[in-house]
């Protein structure tokens, strides 16, 4: 049997889109002693650590090398993973087997991004086929672009709905005080307003670029114990991916094979039939405000073409049955290397009941997703018991 794991510590940065007063080695150290202090360990206290990076996306190879400092990584046994948008997942999932095998009984889970002194939009172009995608599809728009065409033509999805996403999530940001883009008298007008980057994706349909860092402490569960007063303890995790060309399927968000099934396993583990009735709360990550009303489709949120209904009934906001991302998600902020983390770190905080102004009340069993690279997604359930 698996060891218990819990997550028992967090700590980010404040995410902006340009951090000019900090190295990148000085951006981890802060995401690194804020979670260390959370638990009132230093790093001798940590087994091993485990690191998530979009390495192209800095500009220059090896960047956890030459911050070893930053994450305290002397002496310590560490691995790296580079998986695209679900980097931060990858590597909290990772540290899980590594506690839950046995081999370290305290790990300690960093991500992190510096995009404004890389070039992320340059790499990611480089995904597509050079003579059959490129011209359609460069860079993340490009891509969400001509998957959003195709869902909005599936689903029935309208502008209006995609524009109260902009403003569920961008407002929810304002309570948390290390979200990037904090707009809180955002309109649905506001967003119908703004320039097309390629239909039917509108610039604040999309996500920023941010330079940030997230970190976490798991543990077993008898250190877990000593650590947290009400550690959130990881239920279960999975990672599905897909195989195609970027163009073979642009219904890759009509139809997102790899969500369904990761989300589906991670539902059977913990007996979870259905997941609004089940869950408290849900921090998944969507890059587009269409990516996320397509998600709640594939994550078994409501039926198919039914998304639109979902928001326009509030129910996954705040205030509603399943709040989805009340820390505003990555709309509100992406430091890719660290953004999938974030999703996990703030699941954890509404679980142990430390997320402040964002805090849903009485949360007990969350979801948290990651997805990138070639279509593939990670998801976790976390829970108080």
């Given at each position: 049997m698996p060891h218990k794991v819990g997550i028992v510590a967090t700590g980010q940065t404040k995410h902006t889109a340009k951090r000019t007063d900090i190295n990148l080695r000085e951006l981890i150290t802060e995401a690194v002693t804020r979670a260390l202090d959370d638990a009132g360990l230093r790093m001798s206290d940590i087994d091993a650590v485990m690191l998530g990076n979009m390495e192209p996306f800095e500009g220059f190879m090896l960047p956890e090398l030459w911050s070893v400092e930053g994450w305290g990584g002397l002496g310590k046994p560490a691995m790296k993973f580079n998986t695209g948008g679900t980097v931060g997942t990858s590597t909290a999932i990772a540290a899980?087997?590594?506690?839950?095998?046995?081999i370290y009984d305290t790990i300690l889970a960093v991500g992190f991004e510096k995009q404004s002194e890389g070039h992320t939009q340059t790499a990611i172009t480089t995904v597509g086929d050079p003579l059959w995608e490129r011209t359609m599809m460069a860079g993340a728009?490009?891509?969400?672009?001509?998957m959003a065409s195709t869902y909005v033509h599936e689903s029935g999805v309208t502008e209006e709905h995609a524009a109260k996403i902009a403003v569920k999530s961008r407002r929810n940001a304002c309570n948390n005080e290390y979200a990037h883009l904090q707009m809180p008298n955002l309109t649905v007008e506001e967003v119908l307003a703004s320039p097309y980057l390629a239909y039917p994706v509108r610039r604040l349909d999309f996500c920023p670029q941010s330079d940030g860092a997230c970190a976490m402490v798991l543990a077993t569960e008898s250190k877990a114990k000593k650590l947290a007063p009400q550690p959130a303890w990881i239920k279960a995790v999975a990672t599905a991916h897909e195989q195609q060309y970027m163009g073979d399927s642009p219904r890759r968000l009509a139809d997102m094979r790899s969500q369904r099934a990761a989300s589906?396993?991670?539902?059977?583990a913990c007996g979870i039939s259905d997941p609004v009735r089940d869950l408290d709360v849900a921090e998944i990550y969507e890059v587009a405000t269409y990516a996320e009303?397509?998600?709640?489709?594939?994550l078994g949120f409501c039926a198919p073409g039914q998304s639109g209904k979902l928001i326009d009934q509030g129910v996954t906001t705040m205030s509603g049955q399943l709040p989805v991302n009340p820390s505003g998600g990555v709309l509100a902020t992406n430091c890719i290397g660290a953004t999938a983390m974030i999703r996990v770190a703030e699941a954890a905080l509404q679980i142990m009941g430390k997320a402040g102004k964002r805090q849903v009340p009485g949360a007990n069993l969350a979801l948290a997703t990651g997805y990138g690279g070639n279509a593939w997604t990670d998801a976790l359930?976390?829970?108080?018991?």
């Open positions: 899980y087997y590594f506690v839950a095998s046995g728009i490009g891509n969400f672009a001509v589906q396993r991670v539902y059977k009303l397509a998600m709640y489709e594939n359930i976390l829970g108080r018991e």
